[in-house]
Nanobody, 125 residues
């Protein structure tokens, strides 16, 4: 079982940057694909970015391509989401989620077994 703890987030003006981190309690975190999802008020969960297990490939929603970067530091059991050029449409609660031994991170929430606690990202206009 993996416990995920998120850090980062906060309040930023449009055009600014934030960095989210997702840290796991297990040294085997490299064996999990990790996805980032977000949920804006009144909306469903939206897939944002994902990375496959190990040195996995990265995947991005069209809405964040060129602005967000997902990466992992397996030595620290951590996956990061660097968010640049933020705009108010990025305002949401962001969650990381882990899926065991998946080369391709799923874009549906029900594929994931483990979830972080969520962190608020608010972007002002």
């Amino acid at each position: 079982q993996v416990q995920l703890v998120q850090s980062g987030g906060g309040f930023v003006q449009a055009g600014g940057s934030l960095r989210l981190s997702c840290s796991a309690s297990q040294q085997t975190f490299r064996s999990y694909a990790v996805g980032w999802f977000r949920q804006a008020p009144g909306k469903e969960y939206e897939f944002v970015a994902g990375i496959g297990w190990g040195n996995g490939r990265t995947y991005y929603a069209d809405s964040v391509k060129g602005r967000f970067t997902i990466s992992r530091d397996n030595s620290k059991n951590t996956v990061n989401l660097q968010m640049n050029s933020l705009n108010p449409d990025d305002t949401a609660v962001y969650y990381c989620a882990a899926d065991f031994l998946k080369n391709t991170p799923a874009q549906l929430t029900d594929a994931y077994d483990y979830w972080g606690q969520g962190t608020q990202v608010t972007v002002s206009s």
